[in-house]
């Protein structure tokens, strides 16, 4: 099985500045793809940004340029920098990721975390 954990959440105000991380562990081979997302109650799931085990990233309209993803392939870990946050950037923010778990299985399972809590005051 697989594990995402999510770190880094909590209350910031409007201009702040805030780091997620989401560290995989588990039996995990390789992955490809890893990424946030963001939901507000009542809600779909919105894509915030994703990153490929290459470097190249993939950002939703709403925070290109203010937010930026990176990964550390070695630690199995995703993170988001966030700024010049917004009141309505308050979402849980999901880590999402797609994992290889043996060097036989060319498949690709995605997992999700269980999610972090930003909420931006004004």
């Known amino acids: 099985q697989v594990q995402l954990v999510e770190s880094g959440g909590g209350l910031v105000q409007a201009g702040g500045s805030l780091r997620l991380s989401c560290a995989a562990s588990?039996?995990?081979?390789?992955?490809?793809?890893m990424g946030w997302y963001r939901q507000a109650p009542g809600k779909q799931r919105e894509l915030v940004g994703t990153?490929?085990?290459?470097?190249?990233?993939n950002y939703g309209d709403s925070v290109k340029g203010r937010f930026t993803i990176s990964r550390d392939n070695a630690e199995n870990t995703v993170y988001l920098q966030m700024s010049s946050l917004k009141p309505e950037d308050t979402d849980v923010y999901y880590c999402?990721?797609?994992?290889?778990?043996?060097?036989?299985?060319?498949?690709?399972?995605?997992?999700w975390g269980q999610g972090a809590q930003v909420t931006v005051s004004s």
């Open positions: 588990g039996n995990i081979f390789s992955i490809n793809n």
């Open positions: 999402n990721a797609d994992v290889r778990i043996r060097a036989v299985d060319l498949r690709e399972y995605n997992y």
């Open positions: 990153i490929t085990s290459g470097g190249s990233t």
